[in-house]
């Protein structure tokens, strides 16, 4: 079940590379399979002439893909464990993002820092 690990395992890699865009068609045809194979089962069901309707089928596929959501969407959203694994591995500290950050706050903090008035506070004049 190695490909199996290959097709649910998310790319930290930013973009479409092309591992990613080889799983995201391997995960549609998968699904395309499932859902025809499904569709055709329930055919040989008493189901079989709501599925042929317009709203028979879109409560099809709802059903079918709100389950498989999230096993579609694995590389869209990367968690940040893998990411900053992912950043480490390429020589990213992620104390250095950390300070930017902290420095960016500290920049807008002290924007006004020597002024006697404050920043507007309800945006602007009345």
């Given amino acids: 079940?190695?490909?199996?690990?290959?097709?649910t395992t998310p790319d930290p890699d930013p973009g479409f590379t092309v591992p990613k865009l080889l799983k995201l068609m391997v995960r549609?045809?998968?699904?395309?399979?499932?859902?025809?194979l499904l569709s055709t089962l329930l055919q040989l069901t008493p189901l079989g002439p709501y599925l042929?309707?317009?709203?028979?089928?879109?409560?099809?596929?709802?059903?079918?893909?709100?389950?498989?959501?999230?096993?579609?969407?694995?590389?869209?959203?990367?968690?940040?464990?893998?990411?900053?694994?992912?950043?480490?591995?390429?020589?990213r500290s992620a104390t250095g993002q950390r300070s930017a950050s902290s420095a960016q706050r500290r920049k807008e903090r002290n924007r006004y820092a020597g002024v006697r008035?404050?920043?507007p506070k309800y945006g602007g004049r009345r």
Wanted: charged share 15%.
């Fill in 1 to 7: 079940m190695k490909w199996w690990g290959w097709l």
């Fill in 117 to 119: 008035k404050g920043a």
């Fill in 52 to 91: 042929n309707t317009w709203w028979g089928s879109l409560l099809f596929v709802l059903a079918l893909y709100i389950p498989l959501a999230r096993f579609m969407s694995v590389d869209t959203f990367v968690p940040r464990r893998l990411q900053a694994r992912a950043d480490a591995a390429r020589g």
């Fill in 28 to 36: 549609v045809m998968l699904f395309a399979l499932v859902a025809t």
